[in-house]
């Protein structure tokens, strides 16, 4: 099973900022890597997928990058709506699929 | 547009079997390019894939789970299914069903929640 390892766990962030969250996977998943998005009371929203690419609908401040093992998600000018947790996950090899335990984004 | 809405018991009692069904709307499972999931979050917790299945039956399981899981298609209701056996109180989550390509879940259900408790 591949582990999926993100940091930080908390992210104390202001409005505007420059954010960028971490992925390590414990072993390559090419660029088979997604990452989400959950709001309290919510169901996750995908952001990316294929470690880049953002599907429809998907603000261009959010940005994908990496391969093999080591991936980022920024957000390149926070929102308040930005608020969440985010998740990534690898589908390169499963089942099954993993899913990282998260990072949280909260206000300063 | 494509929506999925889960149903189910709410409170399962420990050793009982809990089912719960995704109803798919804005496409037809039959011979759909899609793999359709189910992904559970104990409370607190992060995200905990359980399995896909595939059009024709094929499916995939969480090898942590994969005992206890059994999934299954109705075409003819255009919903699918999940039956978790022997449940503990570690079963209790909010469990979502999705839609998406190989391995990306790309559109997610509500959730519905379920407690397991006697």
């Known amino acids: 099973e591949i582990v999926m390892t993100q940091s930080p766990a908390t992210l104390s962030v202001s409005l505007g900022d420059r954010v960028t969250l971490s992925c390590r996977a414990s072993?390559?998943?090419?660029?088979?890597l997604a990452w989400y998005q959950q709001k309290p009371g919510q169901a996750p929203r995908l952001l990316i997928y294929?470690?880049?690419t953002r599907p429809t609908g998907i603000p261009t401040r959010f940005s994908g990058r990496g391969s093999v093992t080591e991936f980022t998600l920024t957000i390149s000018s926070l929102q308040s709506e930005d608020f969440a947790v985010y998740y990534c996950?690898?589908?390169?090899?499963?089942?099954?699929?993993?899913f990282g335990q998260g990072t949280k984004v909260e206000m300063k | 547009r494509v929506r999925l809405q889960e149903s189910g018991p709410g409170l399962v009692k420990p050793s009982e079997t809990l089912s719960l069904t995704c109803v798919v709307s804005?496409?037809?499972?039959?011979?759909?390019?899609?793999?359709w999931d189910w992904i559970r979050q104990s409370p607190g917790k992060g995200l905990e894939w359980i399995g896909s299945i595939f059009h024709g039956g094929s499916t995939y399981s969480n090898p942590s789970l994969k005992s206890r899981v059994k999934m299954s298609l109705d075409t003819s209701t255009n919903h699918f299914s999940l039956n978790l056996t022997s449940v503990t109180a570690a079963d209790t989550a909010v469990y979502y069903c999705a839609r998406g390509p190989r391995g990306i879940i790309s559109i997610w259900g509500l959730g519905t929640s379920v407690i397991v408790s006697s």
């Open positions: 804005g496409d037809s499972i039959s011979g759909s390019p899609y793999y």
């Open positions: 996950q690898q589908y390169n090899s499963w089942p099954p699929l993993t």
């Open positions: 294929g470690a880049s």
């Open positions: 072993q390559s998943v090419d660029s088979n």
